[in-house]
Structures are given as C-alpha cells and as structure tokens.
Nanobody, 125 residues
Framework: QFQLVESGGGLVQPGGSLRLSCAAS????????IGWFRQAPGKEREGVSCIRGSDGSTYYADSVKGRFTIARDNAKNTVYLQMNSLKPEATAVYYC??????????????????WGQGTQVTVSS
C-alpha cells in the first residue's frame, strides 16, 4: 500500500509563488504517473498538471501553462509543483494522486484511487 502526502500550501498574494510537494512512500515514481489536482469551493475537481512515470513527460492544463512547473526528484521520491504568477482563481485544495495515466481538466473523483488530505492554497491580497 503506497501513500502520497501533500504539503507546501499557504496564503500568497496575487503574483506570488508557492512550491507544493508530494512525498511518496511505498511506490517508485518511475512506475506511476503523478498528477496534481485541485478543487475550488463549488467547482469540479480538475487535473492541473501531471508527470508520466515511464518517461517524465509533463502535461499542464491550459489555465496554468507557462506559470506552473511539475518536476520529480527520484532520490527523494517526491514530486513538486512550482506555481508562479499565482492568480486568485488558483485558490483551491491541491491533491496529488498516483495513476496509470495522465489527465488534465475536469475529472471524476471516483476514477482515481484514494485521495489524501490535500494542501490548501489561497491567493489573496
């Protein structure tokens, strides 16, 4: 049984940056795609970014392209999401999930395995 734990959220002003971390245990990052998802109040959960396990290919939702960067550190078994030029609409709970494939955009929560507690990101002045 593997576990993913998110951290790094917080309160940041518009235009600011945050780096989220997804620490994995019980799995090897090369064998899974790791996706970052978010859910804002009253909105669907959506895939924001993903890194494919087999070759490290990265994917981004159109709304974050050019501002967010996903990366992994195999030695630390951790996936990061660097978020720059943050906008108020990025306010949400952010989750990371291991999956067999990458997806961005709206998703069905039930299509993925267990979800962790997530980490809250609030972008506000």
């Amino acid at each position: 049984q593997f576990q993913l734990v998110e951290s790094g959220g917080g309160l940041v002003q518009p235009g600011g940056s945050l780096r989220l971390s997804c620490a994995a245990s019980g799995l090897t990052l090369d064998n899974y795609s790791i996706g970052w998802f978010r859910q804002a109040p009253g909105k669907e959960r959506e895939g924001v970014s993903c890194i494919r396990g087999s070759d490290g290919s990265t994917y981004y939702a159109d709304s974050v392209k050019g501002r967010f960067t996903i990366a992994r550190d195999n030695a630390k078994n951790t996936v990061y999401l660097q978020m720059n030029s943050l906008k108020p609409e990025a306010t949400a709970v952010y989750y990371c999930v291991a999956a067999d494939y990458c997806v961005t955009g709206p998703i069905s929560v039930g299509d993925f395995g267990s979800w962790g507690q997530g980490t809250q990101v609030t972008v506000s002045s």
